[in-house]
């Protein structure tokens, strides 16, 4: 492995992950902290904001999370990618499966992320792993990468857990990643964006919407999914009020 080509590839994910989390997450709190403040106020789940001192803390804690998540990447790109079932020909696989292969992941990073938070919030974890994301009981975009270290690592480890199990093309699984910011973003926004009984409808009552996440972040326990909730009614662990919360927080006109 030659150095030089690892520090490259590092600093370059590191660099477009501060930019992508200082652009997305900034964008957003501009937008909803600001300029649409009063016109979303009865979309606003706690009535209350974060203080400054919280956003101070999530940037800080944010910032080491992308140097984590900086060093798997390129450690999965760079030093163990002959082990990986990542390929750079688009059509080795055909189409088909590159399209399919984004809700492959979705799916996979799902699942990895129930079970992963679920035993973070175990007594023994949670004062020494995931205690720094709870700090942030009431969330905001900042706190999208607001974690501790080692929480950093688990969170990265999906990259090497698809790349380890799907035939995946490099850059599919980089915009992925992407995706999964901005619906990470969107999860901690404080302000719920889907419709009125969005929670009710066939498709609806499977999605992880920002109320069910701002739930999880206020009261520590339930909604535990990222992206569905598919885990959450499997197992039990859905809030009883989650779906009366979310008629309050979009009943108001």
């Not at 909730?229 to 009883?240: V, Y």
Request: some cysteine; hydrophobic content about 45%.
């Amino acid at each position: 492995m030659q150095w030089e080509e690892f520090s490259y590839r590092w600093l370059r994910i590191a660099e477009l992950t501060t930019t992508r989390y200082f652009v997305i997450a900034g964008l957003a709190f501009f937008v909803f902290y600001f300029l649409l403040k009063k016109i979303m106020a009865s979309r606003r789940m706690q009535a209350k904001y974060p203080k400054i001192r919280d956003y101070v803390r999530d940037i800080t804690y944010s910032l080491i999370t992308i140097l984590i998540f900086a060093t798997m990447a390129t450690l999965v790109f760079i030093v163990f990618q002959p082990f990986t079932n990542l390929y750079w020909d688009k059509d080795k696989y055909g189409m088909f499966y590159y399209y399919l292969c984004f809700p492959l992941m979705l799916l996979i990073h799902d699942a990895y992320f129930y079970g992963m938070h679920r035993l973070m919030h175990h007594p023994k974890l949670f004062r020494w792993v995931h205690k720094i994301h709870h700090q942030s009981t009431n969330p905001s975009p900042w706190t999208a990468y607001a974690f501790h270290p080692m929480e950093a690592v688990i969170e990265a480890g999906i990259i090497p857990v698809i790349a380890f199990t799907l035939p995946v093309y490099q850059s599919s699984l980089g915009l992925f990643l992407l995706f999964q910011f901005f619906y990470n973003v969107y999860g901690h926004l404080g302000f719920e964006l889907f419709p009125k009984n969005f929670q009710h409808n066939w498709f609806g009552r499977w999605v992880n919407t920002g109320t069910a996440h701002n739930q999880h972040h206020e009261h520590f326990h339930g909604n535990y999914g990222l992206y569905t909730l598919i885990w959450d009614r499997l197992f039990g662990t859905l809030r009883e009020d989650y779906e009366s919360k979310y008629e309050r927080v979009t009943g108001s006109k």
